[in-house]
């Protein structure tokens, strides 16, 4: 039981920031705290670095305290993350033109497929009126005459 | 002997599946009555075996049997019987046994319940049903076997354990509550391959395709709900969506079956948007097979996906090409046979409810393209990306947004023709309270973001549009209240039902804007008996002590939480499993109505202190009291009169009907 106590003391998964990470001036841990959002933690599985438990997080959360107190503004932090750990640290991709794809299916789609709604919904009546065959006519005729 | 009875039961059943896939669909091409009749009889076969089957896999983790390896891996014999019965479909092998249970369930609910299904028609579906059973029963056997024992040497004194994540009451249910979301979308599918190959929808066909549909969709929800619900209290942080690929897994199947439910009422009533209604029905099966894919292969390495074999993916990779690929090869050829009759003006309900559908399809479609992207750019290109939260805020709101702007507007709209003057004439007071709710909101907050603000409108927008829609068709202050009590007792349940899915999303939308916008969160290393303020109210760390749980050990924090006369006392928990040896932090919520009071005990820091978060979440729980109120919404239209009068011509069938099946 001792060791398990141990454990309890030493390791804690869901305390993301630490209060002592934390910086003095509200303002800047506030903007600590958005940028950190937005960052992935590279070991986690898609868990942004705010959230997450593991001790690459809490470098990277550290690290990116330090920039700002610097004088980095939001911009160059992120890209002096990006510059290190490449585009993957990115939670939200780039616009770039290899992320066009991903960017841009939703309007894409909303235009086709509205477009296409239009379309159907103007279309004209494609049966006829009163939605009989030829055969149908025929009966219906000789019904009538009989 | 019962692990091998499971076994042999399961391989007779993969049999009779066979059988039923081939003799009926035979049966229905060639007219042979009593071909086709083997569909209903092998499908109660068929589930009635996998029950056995799943029965003793069952018992085995009940007894601790731990010569039986997927119970030596994932139970103990400390377990409490809950988590031992939810250990059973707690790891790959039993969840895809539930999987298929299920499968075989719905299977035999339409040969139990569909006499009044044509013939020809119920032959059909059920053996398609039995084809993807064919596939599922196979992989079961053949990749994930759960019956597999342990060499007699090798049989383990106590079992691993369940992940201790895994042990909660919330997510005990979470999975059954999915599969049979997941699984009852595959109704759906069969219907619509089955009125392919038959090249004919009607309003008959979309009334027998309503109900699955709308059974599969309560249970998503719900299964939804109690996903999220979990991720709120369990992970610590107060989450309660992560757009994480497995949750997305489960969000594509509720988006298209949501776009389904609706456009299969445009079937029944107007008999048109048949093709789109079909192919709906293929892609939103597709989806589940997808998240099955997804949560069950591990490809898409995520924060719940403990699931990870290669062999096993490509099997339900095979599965999931010869599925979508073949029921969209088939609707390729048939869907221009599938004609639709009437007509309808620019601004009618039918328009109302293509918009719907457009922004529902396209919505699903960003996360699914948003799921799936790190996988593509890695294999295409190269390059390793992140697709996470920001990107879902940014690119998958904007649609949700349009759908409520236009929700309370095309479900008040008459079918047809409508006049836009007239429709928003009940509206206009609506809309005016709404935007005077949100311009009210702004005024009394102090930081520039528009999402509260922005988000009340929206709720209100629906909730009191719903509730509009209500008091228009009860003529309420045009008729006497006495004629208006008349009106609503005398509305269509489904009508009821609408009310309430619709109102549920407002409450949901409600909640998710209230509790973003105005929780507040503090994080800091607390004194004992030294209390301070977090959003208006005391907080006072009292003591941290040790105890004992019956398969885990724990530090528990006392903290006293007050606000004038209001006191409570929380205990989070931070506790190591005796068995996995991991640690897990049990938050300490005081729920309410008006907000959640949420605590979680960290570390102890240098000082003595101990790392406390406390958070204030303002109308938290109305996110999951929303979904319930949709589900709800959901099992009421499920008891519409239509339907119960399909269950009551069924009553009457046995005088034609051939006697002992």
């Known amino acids: 039981m001792r060791i398990l106590f141990l454990l309890l003391m030493l390791a ?23 940028i950190s959002k937005g960052l992935r933690c590279l070991v986690c599985r898609n868990e942004n670095i705010d959230d997450s438990n593991a001790d690459l997080a809490a470098d990277i959360r550290i690290l990116l305290r330090q920039r700002l107190v610097a004088g980095d503004t939001d911009e160059q932090v992120i890209q002096y993350m990006v510059d290190r750990y490449g585009e993957f640290v990115l939670l939200k991709p780039t616009y770039s033109a290899s992320n066009m794809i991903l960017w841009l299916t939703g309007p894409i789609l909303l235009l086709l497929g509205g477009g296409m709604a239009y379309a159907f919904v103007r279309r004209k009546n494609p049966a006829p009126a009163d939605g009989l065959s030829e055969a149908e006519k025929q009966k219906l005729d000789k019904l009538l005459n009989s | 002997m019962i692990a091998e009875l499971g076994h042999y039961a399961l391989v007779v059943a993969l049999i009779v ?28 076969i068929q589930f009635l075996l996998v029950s056995i089957a799943f029965g003793a896999l069952t018992y085995a983790f009940v007894v601790s049997d731990f ?27 039993g969840s895809m046994l539930l999987w298929n249970l299920i499968l075989a369930l719905f299977g035999a609910m339409v040969a139990l319940s569909g006499r009044n299904l044509p013939p020809v028609l119920k032959a059909r579906v059920l053996s398609i049903q039995a084809m993807i059973s064919v596939a599922f029963l196979g992989f079961l056997l053949f990749t994930s076997n759960p019956f597999l024992r342990l060499p007699l040497d090798q049989v383990p004194i106590d079992g691993n354990g369940l992940n201790p994540m895994l042990q909660d009451p919330g997510l005990a249910f979470h999975p059954p509550f999915l599969y049979l979301g997941y699984v009852g979308l595959s109704m759906a599918f069969s219907f619509a391959i089955a009125a392919l190959i038959e090249g004919r929808v009607d309003a008959a ?47 594509m199947p509720w988006l298209s079956a949501t776009a389904l439910l609706h456009s299969a009422i445009v079937v029944e009533k107007r008999d048109t948007l048949k ?20 949560v069950r292969s591990g490809v898409i390495t995520s924060v719940h996906a403990f699931a990870n074999d290669p062999a096993r993916g490509v099997f339900i ?49 960003v996360v699914f393209v948003g799921t799936i992207w790190p996988l593509v750019s890695e294999f295409v290109m190269g390059e390793k990306v992140s697709v996470g939260a920001p990107f879902f805020e940014q690119a998958f709101t904007p649609f ?60 209100t927008w629906i909730v009191l549009g719903a509730l509009a829609d209500l008091g228009s068709r009860a003529k309420l202050f045009k008729a006497s209240a006495g004629e208006t009590l008349r009106r609503l007792t005398n509305l269509p349940r489904a009508e009821w039902g609408k009310m309430l899915g619709h109102l549920g999303l407002g409450l949901t939308v409600f909640g998710i804007s209230a509790v973003t916008a105005w929780q507040v969160e503090d994080i800091r290393t607390a004194q004992f008996n030294q209390p301070y303020d977090v959003g208006g109210y005391q907080v006072e760390l009292m003591d941290v002590t040790r105890h004992e749980g019956p398969n885990y050990s724990a530090l528990t924090g006392r903290a006293v939480v007050s606000r004038g006369d209001e006191v409570m006392t929380l205990f989070p928990e931070k506790r190591v499993y005796t068995a996995k040896q991991m640690p897990t932090t049990e938050a300490a919520i005081d729920m309410g109505l008006t907000r959640d009071v949420y605590v979680v005990l960290g570390d102890q820091q240098d000082n003595g202190g101990w790392a406390v978060r406390t958070y204030i979440k303002p109308f938290a729980d109305w996110i999951w009291i929303g979904a319930l109120v949709m589900a709800l919404g959901g099992v009421i239209s499920l008891t519409d009169r239509r339907y119960r009068v399909a269950a009551a011509s069924k009553k009457r069938a046995p005088v034609n009907a051939t006697p002992a099946e």
């Open chain 2, 275 to 294: 093709a789109w209604t079909v192919l709906l029905a293929i892609v939103a099966f597709s989806f589940s097979l997808i998240g099955t894919f997804i």
């Open chain 2, 17 to 44: 599946a066979l059988i039923q896939a081939v003799i009926p669909m035979i049966g229905a091409q060639k007219g042979w009555s009593d071909w086709m009749n083997v569909a209903a009889s092998a499908s109660i």
């Open chain 2, 317 to 365: 990779l095979a599965i999931l090409g010869i599925t979508i690929g073949g029921g969209l090869t088939l609707y390729t050829f048939r869907a221009s046979q599938l004609r639709s009759n009437s007509v309808f003006s620019m601004v009618s309900r039918e328009s109302g409810l293509v918009l719907n559908n457009l922004l529902l399809a396209v919505a699903a479609a």
């Open chain 2, 205 to 251: 066909w979309a009334r027998w395709v309503r109900p699955w549909t709308l059974a599969a969709w309560i249970f998503l929800t719900i299964g939804i709900a109690l996903g999220s619900w979990w991720a709120y209290y369990e992970l610590g942080w107060g989450g309660w969506w992560f757009w994480d690929p497995v949750e997305n897994a489960s969000f």
């Open chain 2, 67 to 93: 010569s039986v390896r997927l119970v030596a891996l994932n139970s103990h014999s400390a377990k409490p019987m809950l988590y031992k019965v939810s250990g059973v479909w707690g790891n790959h092998e």
């Open chain 1, 12 to 34: 804690s998964p869901a305390m993301a920031v630490q209060p002592s990470e934390m910086l003095d001036d509200p303002a800047l841990e506030a903007r600590a705290r958005e």
């Open chain 2, 400 to 459: 949700m947004v349009a759908l409520i702007m236009v929700l309370p507007i095309g479900a008040m709209m008459p079918w047809k023709r409508a006049r836009l003057g007239r429709t928003m004439r009940p509206l206009w007071g609506v809309l005016a309270l709404s935007v005077a709710l949100g311009a009210l909101v702004w005024s009394l907050q102090t930081g520039g973001r528009m999402l509260a603000p922005v988000g009340i409108t929206l709720a």
